[in-house]
Nanobody, 131 residues
Framework: QVHLAESGGGSAETGGSLRLSCAAS??????????MGWFRQAPGKEREGVAV???????YYADSMKGRFTISQDNAKNTLYLQMNNLKPEDTAMYYC???????????????????????WGRGTQVTVSS
């Protein structure tokens, strides 16, 4: 069982920055390589993919996040990060960390649409960007 705990959310002004962290604990029973990633859900909207990273550190981003967000991981600390720069009001959402995202979904881009078989989710951290 893997437990994911997000932190670092809060309020920022347009153009500001925030850094989210996701601490992973526990042990996965899966022997299959997978990706970890960040997703978000704004009020009244569906959850959407933000960025994912595979075991080799290769990263993938949703189009609207490219150039503004950076996903990274510290394997020694079992922690996933999301650096968010040049924030916009439309970035306001609950941000969720996820683990055991299938490699097929990572490499084909289908992760953006939130596959139903993602293994683990955190409880989320709220990001609010004011104009």
């Amino acid at each position: 069982q893997v437990h994911l705990a997000e932190s670092g959310g809060g309020s920022a002004e347009t153009g500001g920055s925030l850094r989210l962290s996701c601490a992973a604990s526990g042990e996965s029973h899966s022997s299959v390589s997978s990706c970890m990633g960040w997703f978000r859900q704004a009020p009244g909207k569906e959850r959407e993919g933000v960025a994912v990273i595979d075991n080799d550190g290769t990263t993938y981003y949703a189009d609207s996040m490219k150039g503004r967000f950076t996903i990274s991981q510290d394997n020694a600390k079992n922690t996933l990060y999301l650096q968010m720069n040049n924030l916009k009001p439309e970035d306001t959402a609950m941000y969720y960390c996820a683990a055991e995202i299938g490699l097929y979904d990572c490499y084909t881009g289908s992760w953006v649409h939130v596959p139903s078989d993602i293994g683990y989710w955190g409880r989320g951290t709220q990001v609010t960007v004011s104009s």
